[in-house]
């Protein structure tokens, strides 16, 4: 192989023929060595221009105004307002589905007189002192309240208030039975109205108390068949 970078061996030249009986010996005519070819000499890329950065106005925020209340109502217009029919609303009472226990519903007069003879009054006195219990299970989630224990007042409170608490206790009590009808939906039968119409004035016609206890027993029978049922 031949290297390009390195000159040729110059060539010496033919001698000449004797001519015309002269001889002449020409001169050695060297050539000329051709120029070294020097390889081209990279060139570095030029750093590009870096793009000038896009200059943003300074955003210009306007300062709100305050517009008086008439200025506003002459700005915007006001809708007039939707007028709505109001029906009445009627409280409920909210009851949960599961009772704590189920209640007797099977309460009578016939039952409360008889036995009552049969064991001497403690038939009777049982009787309302479970009207009591069964009252306070039923509404005092509603009311907030508690009626007294029969047998606390029979045998305490009663003697020593020289009966004025009997009074008292029939008429708190018969009015919680009646606000608990009203509150499930009920038609109130027993009020403290009940109790001294037929209890305490009905005694002089000897059959008014008897009235009172029916209406009594049977309405405990309704409030606790609703609260077997609604809790």
Known sequence: MTNPNVPPMPQMPPMPQPHGGQNSVPQPQYAQPGAAQVPPVPQMPQPQAQPQAQQYAAPQYQQPTYQWPAQQAAVVPQAAPQQYAQQPVQPTAVYSARPARQLRTKRGLLKYILLGLVTLGIY????????????????????????????????????????????????????????????????????????WLWGVLGAFIIVGPFIFYYKLLHAMNDLSADYNVRG
């Open 124 to 195: 009777d006195i049982w009787q309302m002192s479970e009207v009591g219990e069964s009252l306070n299970l039923i509404a005092s989630r509603r009311d907030g309240k508690k009626t007294m224990h029969y047998c606390l007042l029979f045998f305490l409170v009663g003697p020593v208030t020289l009966g004025i608490a009997y009074f008292f206790w029939f008429h708190r009590m018969c009015t919680r039975v009646g606000e608990e009808q009203a509150a499930r939906g009920m038609t109130p039968t027993v009020s403290a109205a009940t109790y």
